[in-house]
């Protein structure tokens, strides 16, 4: 459904059969300015609404730099009134990757710093480069953050180390803690669409309500977490899809 891609400047979306492939190309590093922030919005949220997409990409156009953090000149001249009104923005954004109707594929090649981790973190899974690196700097600038995403992916000594030193820590080192997998430079995009076409063969309208019933039960204790699930596993399990793929397992 091509009329829902939205007119941006920064982020570019790109269908290929039932997979979106959304570009960061902000030059020169991908710093995240307010209009960026709203187009990562809009990006995603065109993704869910299109029905055809199963899956999506979140890679960037530049070899060195992912995301490299916020635009610190977009700080200029802020006052209390519009810094809530950019926080707004800056939450929606995350949360449009976080709650994006299909999965979403981190493919990272070079820095990820700042925002850049937090887009990582609020993807559902990331494939990175042996040349990737993330790391959360903002502390050596006198200000806080990324806490919260942070401990989606790294045990809670691991967060505050880097929370707290703004330390950049390599992919390889990540992968070794099982927050990622790391795959050469220039086997990267191969591999991220490798992924996204197995996902994609899976039941579009059952990945779907599954992507929605993890994020329900992400931070639930694990009783109210099943209880909930299972109401998932309900809904899923009388869709069409459900029945249609029940049918052809047993026809194989």
Known sequence: MDDLIPKTEYI???KKEHIAIVTMHRAPV???NKQFYQEMLDVFDAIGADKEMRVAILRSDFEKYWCAGNDIKDFAGMTPESGHIRHRVVYNSFISVYDCAVPVI???DGYALGTGLCYAAVC???I???RAVLGA???NVGVLGLGTFMSRMFPQQI???MYFTGAKVKATELEQWGCLQVVPADKLMEEAMAQAQELAKKCPGTVRIGKEALNRIEFMDLKN????EQSYTRRAGASEDAKEAQRAFFEK
């Open 124 to 126: 559902d899974f990331i």
């Open 12 to 14: 570019t979306l790109e």
């Open 106 to 108: 981190a493919a990272i």
């Open 137 to 139: 700097p903002e502390i």
């Open 225 to 228: 977490g099943f209880f909930m």
């Open 159 to 161: 967060m505050r180390r």
């Open 128 to 130: 990175a480069t042996d």
């Open 30 to 32: 991908n710093a995240a």
